[in-house]
């Protein structure tokens, strides 16, 4: 099958889409397809074209919110070469900029559009508007996504049970709808796959002791990921053990109040903040800790934490139904609700590593779960479902149309 991956977001830009889209586009690809991506480019004026990767970049303009850029809706000039790919199929990643391209272009030339949902942008209006307009800006976001989601998607895929009721429910969404847990490539993680050498290595770097139990969270340090949550609960769990320490492993418009935070309340041995981490770095990272931990209400899935259980250790979520179909409290992980049972599980933890094994090795096993394998046969499935309906549709427009010729030519 020849297939087009529409994304804004893509290596060497790092965030959830862009890692999802990359092992997606690597995971069909060993499954013997032909796979073409169309993204962004850093470069405002010129379009990149690499023939050996299929990666075609338009031209993009940066917007202001963290690193993403917005393309050109309709690149005229690339038109052509985006037909000569000959797809079978779209896959689009996003609602806007590229995502309008791959609806424009499924358009003209006839082409099934798949698309995949994955953020939930009204908990991010806030960059745009700084607190005015919240309620009509969240209202606009609503319709922009129910409009291209259901007016012009063949198929809505979802990754979890939370994005699927939220678009039954609240966008009361008519079309079909296919809960597809995005996956990633598992065995990266895995133990046995990790340098013991560059494990030990970073923890000198960070100035860990054999004896510091660490507590690892990995993401955008901005406030829908209620990282505050985590740096105000160490201040308790530092009164009780200085050894337990947090690990912070990302960058974002909030690092320096949070690092103020950490600060204010005497954390500055407690918290430590690494800053970005290379994408070929992170499983180093989830080995040098021993839980970890988030209480983010904002995710549409949570692939840290399915990297950190593919590492082989314990997460701690708070309760929310992007983690509740991966986690299972009291079996592979811990789910919290209030900051004294998020406090209470750390001690738990940190006491019982025979509780902690039991947890480690079966959030391995949960992890194995969703490998790229596993999520790009998936897909494959909607692929063709697109096509088999897109070819029925045509079908059945093509005969509807013959039918009203020839009541017009009878009259």
């Known amino acids: 099958m020849r297939i087009g991956l529409f994304t804004d977001s893509y290596p060497p830009f790092i965030n959830g889409v862009s890692t999802s889209v990359a092992m997606l586009k690597k995971a069909l690809e060993k499954e013997g397809n032909i796979v073409y991506v169309v993204t962004v480019s850093h470069n405002v004026l010129k379009y990149e074209y690499d023939e050996k990767e299929r990666i ?68 991010y209006t806030h960059y745009i508007t700084h607190g005015y307009f919240d309620k009509s800006s969240k209202k606009i976001v609503e319709y922009l996504t129910k409009f291209y989601c259901d007016k012009t998607a063949n198929e809505l895929i979802v990754p979890t049970n939370k994005i699927y009721r939220l678009f039954k429910d609240k966008y009361n969404f008519e079309k079909n709808i296919h809960i597809i847990p995005t996956g990633i490539e598992v065995d990266r993680f895995f133990v046995e796959n ?85 994408w070929e770095e992170i499983p180093i990272y989830y080995h040098v800790c021993d839980i970890f931990a988030t209480a983010s209400t904002t995710e549409t899935q949570g692939l840290t934490v399915i990297e950190a ?77 697109a096509l088999k309906d897109k070819t029925e549709e045509d079908r059945f427009g093509f005969i509807s149309r013959i039918i009203k010729k020839v009541r017009e030519l009878s009259k």
């Open 56 to 123: 075609l970049k338009i031209p993009g303009i940066p917007i202001g919110i963290y690193d993403y850029r917005l393309s050109r809706i309709y690149p005229v000039s690339m038109i052509n070469k985006m037909k000569n790919w000959k797809l079978d199929v779209i896959h689009s990643h996003t609602e806007f900029g590229i995502g309008i391209l791959a609806r424009l272009f499924a358009k003209q030339f006839n082409l099934p559009l798949v698309h995949t949902y994955h953020t939930l942008y009204e908990d």
């Open 194 to 278: 990790v340098n013991k050498k560059e494990v030990d290595t970073l923890r000198k770097r960070l100035n860990l002791k054999r004896k510091d139990f660490v507590i690892l969270f990995v993401g955008r340090l901005a406030e829908e990921k209620n990282v505050e949550f985590l740096i105000n609960a160490q201040k308790t769990i530092n009164n009780y053990d200085k050894n337990i320490k947090l690990l912070i492993v990302g960058d974002g418009p909030d690092k320096p109040k949070y690092e103020e935070l950490a600060r204010s309340l005497g954390l500055e041995d407690s918290v430590i903040f690494n800053g970005k981490a290379a």
């Open 309 to 385: 259980m593919a590492s082989g250790k314990t997460p701690l979520c708070i309760k929310d139904d992007s983690f509740l179909g991966t986690v299972t409290d009291g079996l592979n992980g811990r789910i919290f609700t209030t900051d004294e049972e998020y406090i209470s599980q750390v001690f738990e933890l940190f006491n019982n590593p025979n509780i902690r094994k039991k947890y480690n090795d079966q959030a391995r096993i949960q992890a194995e779960h969703f490998s790229s394998k596993t999520y790009a046969q998936s897909v494959l499935v909607v692929y063709k479902r």
